[in-house]
């Protein structure tokens, strides 16, 4: 019989449910819901107990659940609609966890399905656990990012002076569609000072085939994103933008050199910013190094001055820093790497 292919992910996901004093959890996020059971619903209420495990859902999806994992037990997601308590047989309900993210209308929900329980948000827990990858996932993940390179390699040879960002972004989306599944979120062309806002929008800036442009995207396969960040420098850069984009380059570098398993996420993004901060680029570093990707684009851990989670094998982040000097340049470099036993495999393959 076909196995859960998250299946080990589930029972640890369980035993900390069990460990916390928890009759059961919610779980209803798709991602969360497809990282434990390996089944893509936007209709579901998982519930995980110590003996048990129901994929609530309605009509629509249940004979596709049940085709495509049949060892899930599913149950009417209509009880989860009621005004009644919910009622499970060998389930009591007097510590329940749930997802802090949903909705207030459903946490409200939640207070009329379980009267008389104690509510205990637990999503920390999956997404912990979804932040160290499966080999599965690896796998997809690894595939995405070379597709992405493949998209990076084509659009370059398709930029021509006289065209927009939005030209630029739309060749991107179509090239995306051609050899994956598409956008894992929607392409950032910037063009010139453009690049100085980080999360620019691509716009109707017309490129003169002179401008340095910056491009961040990230294609998606089988629900898996991959992200990265490349600038194409035009023919005659400014001292100051070469000066920027080398010190840029350097900490990416130095970053990757770094990475490694046990060393918490705080710390790696203290090696750029400490490199960019030495060069005097402190101010103009202002996000955080990188962030965690899987079936969302941004993911645990976040690689930020403040996350202390410890990198393990198995994690999946980016190392992007960036240099953004209003009315004037922005420079980032993002790869997508995974975390190994003794440093970090670099994911994404297009020149820098
Ligand atoms: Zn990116
Ligand atoms: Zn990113």
Same mark, same amino acid.
């Given at each position: !019989?076909?196995?859960?292919?998250?299946?080990?992910?589930?029972?640890?996901?369980?035993?900390?449910?069990?460990?916390?004093?928890?009759?059961?959890?919610?779980?209803?996020?798709?991602?969360?819901?497809?990282?434990?059971?390996?089944?893509?619903?936007?209709?579901?209420?998982?519930?995980?107990?110590?003996?048990?495990?129901?994929?609530?859902?309605?009509?629509?999806?249940?004979?596709?659940?049940?085709?495509?994992?049949?060892?899930?037990?599913?149950?009417?997601?209509?009880?989860?609609?009621?005004?009644?308590?919910?009622?499970?047989?060998?389930?009591?309900?007097?510590?329940?966890?749930?997802?802090?993210?949903?909705?207030?209308?459903?946490?409200?929900?939640?207070?009329?399905?379980?009267?008389?329980?104690?509510?205990?948000?637990?999503?920390?827990?999956?997404?912990?656990?979804?932040?160290?990858?499966?080999?599965?996932?690896?796998?997809?993940?690894?595939?995405?990012?070379?597709?992405?390179?493949?998209?990076?390699?084509?659009?370059?040879?398709?930029?021509?002076?006289?065209?927009?960002?939005?030209? !630029?972004?739309?060749?991107?989306?179509?090239?995306?569609?051609?050899?994956?599944?598409?956008?894992?979120?929607?392409?950032?062309?910037?063009?010139?000072?453009?690049?100085?806002?980080?999360?620019?929008?691509?716009?109707?800036?017309?490129?003169?085939?002179?401008?340095?442009?910056?491009?961040?995207?990230?294609?998606?396969?089988?629900?898996?994103?991959?992200?990265?960040?490349?600038?194409?420098?035009?023919?005659?850069?400014?001292?100051?933008?070469?000066?920027?984009?080398?010190?840029?380059?350097?900490?990416?570098?130095?970053?990757?050199?770094?990475?490694?398993?046990?060393?918490?996420?705080?710390?790696?993004?203290?090696?750029?910013?400490?490199?960019?901060?030495?060069?005097?680029?402190?101010?103009?570093?202002?996000?955080?190094?990188?962030?965690?990707?899987?079936?969302?684009?941004?993911?645990?851990?976040?690689?930020?001055?403040?996350?202390?989670?410890?990198?393990?094998?198995?994690?999946?982040?980016?190392?992007?820093?960036?240099?953004?000097?209003?009315?004037?340049?922005?420079?980032?470099?993002?790869?997508?790497?995974?975390?190994?036993?003794?440093?970090?495999?670099?994911?994404?393959?297009?020149?820098?």
């Amino acid at each position: !019989m076909k196995k859960n292919p998250f299946g080990a992910r589930l029972e640890e996901f369980r035993s900390l449910v069990v460990s916390k004093g928890l009759d059961a959890a919610i779980v209803s996020k798709p991602a969360n819901v497809r990282a434990l059971t390996g089944v893509e619903c936007d209709c579901a209420m998982l519930l995980v107990a110590a003996k048990r495990t129901i994929f609530f859902t309605d009509f629509r999806y249940a004979p596709a659940v049940e085709r495509l994992a049949p060892y899930l037990e599913i149950g009417d997601i209509l009880k989860f609609r009621s005004k009644r308590p919910l009622t499970v047989k060998g389930c009591c309900f007097k510590k329940v966890g749930f997802e802090s993210s949903i909705s207030f209308s459903t946490f409200e929900k939640f207070k009329t399905l379980f009267p008389s329980a104690e509510l205990i948000d637990v999503e920390g827990d999956v997404i912990s656990l979804r932040s160290v990858k499966t080999p599965i996932e690896i796998d997809k993940i690894r595939k995405a990012a070379a597709l992405n390179d493949e998209v990076w390699s084509i659009a370059q040879s398709k930029f021509k002076p006289g065209m927009t960002e939005r030209d !630029m972004a739309r060749i991107i989306k179509h090239l995306m569609l051609d050899l994956g599944d598409g956008e894992a979120f929607e392409t950032i062309v910037c063009i010139g000072e453009n690049a100085a806002e980080c999360h620019h929008v691509p716009d109707d800036t017309v490129w003169d085939g002179k401008k340095n442009i910056l491009v961040d995207l990230g294609l998606k396969l089988d629900g898996y994103a991959s992200d990265m960040t490349r600038n194409i420098i035009g023919p005659r850069p400014s001292k100051l933008y070469k000066k920027v984009y080398n010190l840029v380059l350097e900490a990416n570098l130095r970053a990757i050199a770094a990475a490694k398993s046990g060393m918490t996420a705080a710390k790696l993004d203290k090696v750029a910013r400490d490199f960019l901060k030495a060069n005097g680029f402190s101010e103009a570093f202002g996000h955080s190094l990188g962030h965690g990707v899987g079936l969302e684009i941004h993911e645990a851990p976040t690689v930020s001055r403040r996350d202390k989670t410890c990198l393990k094998p198995g994690m999946v982040i980016t190392i992007e820093p960036g240099v953004y000097l209003p009315g004037n340049l922005g420079v980032r470099i993002e790869d997508l790497v995974l975390i190994t036993e003794t440093g970090c495999e670099v994911l994404s393959s297009s020149a820098k």
